[in-house]
């Protein structure tokens, strides 16, 4: 029970902190050498809000709904805001990248809510992300998914 406050506690602070990074943002402070990489840093930042928004649902779900809080789970908890964190910034990579395609028009401006809708959908659900990367590299580059991903479509 205890362990399960402080992963609470951890998401609330994570939460806070990316609404202060985005604030900075917002209110115009962003220093200048960060300036050209802002819409990259927002992909982060709203990937991580979905992988915060997974975490805290996981809670309700299996402590809450299910009853089957699971302590082996603790270190997943704490670690998937980061890796929802990057998912989102990769999500970025491959937009820019023109990797992936938000629509069938090619607009010459980027519509930054295409890049924030799907980087949240990666920081939300990294598994199929990942696939889904994975899949782009194999049949962009011939690059065969990893073992774990093999593992993880055998099991669907």
């Known amino acids: 029970m205890e362990f399960m406050k ?9 939460l806070v902190a990316i609404t202060w990074v985005w604030s900075i943002d917002v ?5 200048d050498w960060l300036t050209p990489y802002n819409l990259g ?11 915060i928004v997974y975490c805290l649902r996981a809670i309700y779900l299996n ?8 302590s082996n789970w603790n270190v997943w908890y704490y670690l998937r805001p980061l890796i929802s964190f990057l998912m989102g910034g990769v999500a970025y990579i491959f937009l820019n990248a023109g990797l992936l395609i938000l629509a069938a028009s090619h607009e010459p ?3 930054p809510f295409g890049f924030l809708a799907l980087s949240f959908i990666a920081g939300l659900n990294v598994d199929r992300f990942i696939v889904k990367i994975e899949d782009i590299a194999q049949s962009t580059w011939g690059i065969r998914p990893s073992r774990s991903s093999e593992h993880s479509s055998q099991d669907k």
């Open 109 to 111: 401006t980027q519509n």
């Open 6 to 14: 402080l992963i609470i506690g951890y998401l609330i602070a994570c």
């Open 41 to 51: 840093l927002r992909c982060g930042l709203i990937g991580a809000l979905g992988g």
């Open 27 to 31: 209110r115009g402070l962003t220093p």
């Open 63 to 70: 402590k809450c709904v299910k009853g089957e809080w699971d």
